[in-house]
């Protein structure tokens, strides 16, 4: 009998694509958050997604970074939350939630070193990138909103295990950096530069 290889799934973000347009952001939460198009949290002075837009302005070329969860395979969320709701995936790899579990006391928001979470204005749960819906699409065989809105090809999503994907391929020809790896938590996330 064959064993079937884990998959390790990610995304990059290609910062010399992207050109800053937002249809990534805007789909994230209309996929996942669509309660929240009209609703501007204060802390992000943007509508409030899965995905956090970095301006970069101290550097000799200013640059842009879109951020969201890392899917890191040594989560620090994983590690903080009491009640086992944040899990790593086994058959996939990703950071997942289990609102169940969940009583929202946010310790998972606090523990994220990208300051990616955060916490839904109105449920009061945490929220991060895989959103429901975008965990749908991908059980279903589709990419996540973010990577199929874009219009210039800045993002991918796939298996990293799978030599063959787009992902694997776009991280062995690209010179790509992982964010704050010297943290420890192996994210997912892989920023071509």
């Known amino acids: 009998m064959k064993v079937q290889a884990k998959k390790r799934l990610a995304h990059l973000f290609d910062t010399t694509k992207c050109f800053g347009c937002g249809a990534c952001t805007v789909a994230c939460t209309q996929t996942n958050a669509a309660d929240l ?35 890191c395979s040594n989560a620090p969320c994983v590690k903080t939350c009491p009640f086992g709701a944040m899990y790593n995936d086994e058959a996939t790899g990703l950071v997942k939630l289990d609102e169940k579990r969940c ?22 749960l945490p929220m991060k990138c895989m959103g429901k819906a975008c965990e749908e699409k991908v059980a279903a065989g589709e990419l996540p909103s973010c990577v199929s809105v874009c219009p210039v090809d800045a993002r991918a999503f796939g298996d990293l295990n799978d030599p063959s994907s787009t992902i694997s391929r ?14 420890g938590t192996e994210p997912n996330f892989f920023v071509v530069v």
Do not use: F
């Not at 009583?103 to 109105?122: D, E, F, L, T």
């Not at 776009?170 to 943290?183: D, F, I, Q, W």
């Open 170 to 183: 776009r991280v062995r020809t690209s010179r790509t950096m992982r964010l704050l790896e010297a943290k």
């Open 37 to 71: 198009m009209l609703h501007e949290d204060k802390g992000w002075q943007a509508m409030p997604s899965n995905i956090r837009r970095v301006e970069l302005n101290h550097l000799d070329k200013p640059a842009l970074l879109l951020v969201q969860c890392q899917h």
């Open 103 to 124: 009583i929202g006391c946010s310790y998972c928001v606090a523990a994220c070193p990208y300051n990616v979470r955060w916490k839904h204005p109105v449920k009061g």
